[in-house]
């Protein structure tokens, strides 16, 4: 039996569409490496970023792996004054993911989110299953069908 995810598992019930990747047998660590690894361009290798405003809300981030994220794009994009990452350590209690397999999907709750503009010209995106060695491929409009978001530019 292959191994799921939970977001594997997610998109199996509502039976979206998706394409699945491990990278487990490769030391891979960045997201360069692991679009590398994947033999994947890494403009359709999407890393997922948490971020608190001084609202105390929380966002997530959608970005190409390439690119670093534009906290002051970021902010614009959510109507806040400023964002900034949260700290590793509170990254599993708020979101439920460690650092490296943090996905849009299956998060403890449902958080405002703003995938990259330059994901909306992709036929297919690829972004973490939720666990570190694991990817998914899929359609920004499938994904829609899970996580409510809109496109933003929010690289630098």
Not at 1 to 11: A, G, Y
Request: charged fraction near 25%; charge should be positive; hydrophobic fraction near 45%.
């Amino acid at each position: 039996m292959e191994f799921k995810t939970n977001v594997m598992r997610i998109l199996d019930k509502m039976k979206l569409s998706y394409k699945s990747y491990s990278y487990v047998n490769t030391s891979a660590v960045s997201g360069l490496e692991i679009a590398q690894a994947l033999g994947q361009d890494p403009a359709h290798v999407f890393k997922t970023l948490v971020t608190v405003a001084k609202s105390k809300k929380h966002y997530v981030f959608v970005i190409p792996v390439a690119e670093e994220l534009d906290l002051k794009k970021a902010a614009l994009s959510v109507d806040e004054k400023a964002v900034e990452m949260i700290k590793s350590k509170e990254l599993l209690p708020v979101a439920g993911y460690v650092h490296g397999g943090c996905s849009p999907i299956g998060m403890k709750k449902p958080f405002v989110t703003r995938i990259d503009a330059s994901a909306e010209g992709c036929e297919t995106i690829i972004f973490s299953a939720g666990k570190v060695g694991y990817q998914v491929e899929m359609k920004p409009g499938d994904l829609q069908k899970v996580v409510p978001f809109a496109f933003a530019p929010l690289c630098a």
